[in-house]
């Protein structure tokens, strides 16, 4: 078991004619997953990776059964890609473009899951299934399927805690990077009901940093509603006030949002949250009992 | 982006939202004149990017007219948390019968735009939510709805805020112009503290906050131009012209990442293990060698350096892309402090094979690359 992904998922890439998303086409093929299309306006008839382009995701979704799309596509065309997706029949849309305004970021939200679109992102590596399905740009070769949940605002931030997992043996049944904008079409708490009914995890590890409450939220959502364990690791201890720190959302505006308060809330509320990277593997191997 | 009050005020009457009759002013002669025309008490206020400006005495009420000259002059000359005053608004002292606290933002927990309400106005509103939450309103707003608000619907609103019918529908209108002006402009924040009855009873913006949303920028060419250069940084400036993400620190270890969450537990990790950062940059994805060698230049531009670190997680950045970069900006620059370089991910054993016979100290993991920077370049 695993969620949202798993072998039998099949996928369309919209912008998969450019170098970002044609190389990492090339990878998810090379992965194993199961890439039916692509998608690109005015290039429909085209063939890439030899994979039949369309011009629109109802097209393609038509033609091809597709149930998940991934999306490259540049900032400035990323709403009427998103919006192009939301009435194409497919199930969830994972948004990897950085730079998307955040009122389009809203509004294609709102018209997807009007049609009952999932949509993880914008600006996220995507998700991982490991040995089944990876629809994303994260390094497939660290990922090991196995019993660990992953959450995380953070794409590189992911692939740190990912590698230690994997080394240390407890592999991963599904890893989500969110996203590090403001407004993200999943958070921490849209995700954790999954993996707490997902028999094959057995802890999560939430990845978040500075801005926002999503952290405390979760942490809240896990005393209140879970049975697995979850731990934390947050960014940005050394973070000063005011700046952006890369991701449009990692900003700290008032107390609430610096790392060090949202560490201290999640811990009271019983999620432990690592001061190193290198100690979230520990954390959950005393969570699991394993030593 | 950050608007000045002046600016935002600007838009507001583009779009019909009542603002005093206060004037921007960049001298203290300009000053004069302003309140010559305007009458009578006035107050100067300072335009700045910086809070607590009235505690830093960059607001005045001035009420004889010879004492606007050294009162603007003292201004004008002020500098607050380091950003210089370069211009003055000079408004009429308006008659307060009620104010409020008004504004629309994007709210992250609810995924909408909401209007934020306040009838105890002029106070710090994250501090009355602490203290009072029941105090607050909230009206959720759509992101498709923001064009095409109806007056009726924020009416029950408007009237907790002005209980007076005429004035709660003059509140209304605002809040209906306010949500076109916020979509229009890419906004993700307006605020208006206070919004008052004045002296005959009409509401009007006394004040004004703006911020735009930076990655809507390249759509709003109109708005570059209010951009207050003295509070940007020149070096994040060109950083982000060469598609990086830069912010200077205080420390002497060089962090070059990518990502911006990496960037961030770089920094949290040099700092644990007892170095301190200079800087958070990330070089973001897909990352061409020109970009390494940009950011190499901007590391170096600090003359507190003295050691690099180099933490690079390949996904959609390329291993190999990193270390042609590398290698290019040691050609073409003398780096005199050591560098640490961790290269894991995408591509890794093609950018390995490239940095093969440098230097270069290399290292497995963040906080073995944290320790050797630290050990180099020495504690802070």
Redo the contacts between chains.
């Keep these: 078991m695993s969620i949202l992904i798993n072998k039998n998922t099949k996928v369309i890439v919209q912008g998969i004619t450019g170098r970002d998303g044609s190389f990492h086409s090339q990878q998810m093929i090379d992965y194993g997953t199961n890439i039916v299309g692509g998608v690109t306006p005015g290039k429909g008839g085209q063939t890439v990776l030899g994979r039949p382009i369309f011009n629109s995701c109802k097209e393609a979704v038509a033609a091809t059964g597709a149930d998940v799309s991934i999306m490259y596509v540049p900032a400035k065309f990323a709403k009427a890609a998103m919006i192009d997706a939301a009435t194409s029949g497919i199930k969830l849309l994972v948004a990897i473009t950085e730079g998307v305004p955040t009122l389009d970021a809203l509004e294609a939200y709102e018209l997807l899951t009007a049609h009952g679109v999932r949509l993880i992102g914008p600006n996220c590596p995507g998700l991982i299934t490991p040995g089944e399905c990876k629809i994303g740009i994260m390094p497939a070769s660290i990922h090991k399927a196995g019993r660990v949940g992953v959450i995380s605002r953070s794409g590189t931030l992911t692939y740190e805690i990912v590698n230690e997992l994997t080394n240390a043996g407890l592999g991963e049944s599904t890893c989500i990077g969110i996203g590090g904008d403001p407004v993200i079409g999943s958070k921490f708490t849209d995700l954790l009901p999954l993996f707490e009914k997902d028999s094959q995890t057995e802890a999560i590890v939430i990845c978040g940093e500075i801005g926002g409450q999503d952290e405390v939220e979760a942490a809240r959502y896990y005393k209140e509603h879970m049975t697995k364990p979850v731990v934390g690791f947050m960014a940005g201890l050394t973070a000063p006030p005011g700046k952006r720190m890369g991701h449009a959302g990692a900003i700290v505006g008032g107390e609430d949002d610096t790392a060090a308060s949202k560490i201290a809330k999640m811990e009271a509320l019983g999620v432990p949250v690592a001061r190193l990277i290198s100690d979230v593997v520990s954390l959950v191997e005393r969570k699991l009992g394993v030593s | 982006m950050k608007l000045h009050e002046y600016q935002a005020k600007a838009l507001f009457r583009e779009v019909g939202i009542p603002c005093p009759a206060d004037r921007a002013v960049s001298t203290a002669a300009e000053a004069v004149e302003a309140a010559k025309a305007l009458g009578l008490p006035v107050v100067l206020k300072a335009q700045v990017h910086a809070g607590g400006r009235g505690k830093a005495g960059g607001v005045k009420l001035v009420s004889k007219l010879e004492d606007i000259k050294p009162t603007a002059e003292k201004i004008l000359s002020l500098t607050i948390k380091d950003l210089p005053v370069r211009k003055l608004l000079v408004a009429p002292a308006a008659e307060i019968k009620k104010e409020v606290y008004l504004s629309i933002l994007?709210d992250?927990?609810t995924?909408?735009?909401v209007f934020i309400g306040c009838a105890e106005g002029g106070v710090e509103i994250?501090e009355t939510a602490k203290t009072n939450p029941g105090a607050i309103l909230r009206y959720e707003v759509?992101?498709?709805e923001?064009q095409t608000l109806q007056h009726a619907k924020v009416m029950p609103f408007a009237l907790k805020l002005f209980s007076n019918p005429k004035q709660a529908a003059e509140v209304a209108d605002i809040m209906v112009k306010l949500a076109k002006l916020f979509?229009d402009k890419?906004a993700?924040l307006i605020e208006i503290n206070p919004l008052i009855a004045d002296g005959h009873d009409k509401i009007i913006a006394l004040d004004a906050k703006m911020i735009v949303?930076?990655?809507?920028m390249?759509?709003h060419a109109e708005l570059e131009p209010l951009r207050d250069m003295d509070s940007e940084n020149q070096d994040e400036l060109d950083a982000k012209a060469q598609g990086l993400?830069f912010?200077p620190?205080d420390g002497t270890i060089g962090c070059m990442?990518?990502?911006?969450?990496?960037?961030?537990?770089t920094?949290?990790?040099i700092?644990?293990v007892g170095g301190n950062?200079a800087n958070?940059l990330?070089v973001?994805?897909?990352s061409s060698p020109d970009k390494v060698v940009a950011a190499f230049r901007l590391i170096l531009k600090n003359p507190k350096i003295t050691a690099i670190l180099i933490n690079i997680?390949?996904?959609?950045?390329r291993c190999d892309d990193i270390a042609k970069g590398i290698l290019q900006s040691l050609e073409q620059m003398n780096v005199p402090v050591p560098i640490i370089v961790r290269l894991?991910?995408?591509n890794?054993e093609q950018g390995r094979k490239l940095l093969e016979g440098t230097k270069l100290g290399t290292a497995k993991?963040?906080?073995e690359g944290a320790r050797k920077a630290t050990e180099l370049g020495g504690r802070a």
Excluded: C, Q, W, Y
């Design positions: 994007i992250r927990g995924r909408k735009a994250e759509a992101a498709k923001l979509a890419d993700s949303d930076d990655n809507a390249f759509r993400s912010i620190l990442v990518n990502g911006a969450g990496l960037a961030m537990a920094m949290d990790t700092k644990h950062p958070f990330d973001g994805g897909s997680f390949g996904g959609i950045t894991v991910g995408t890794e993991s963040l906080v």
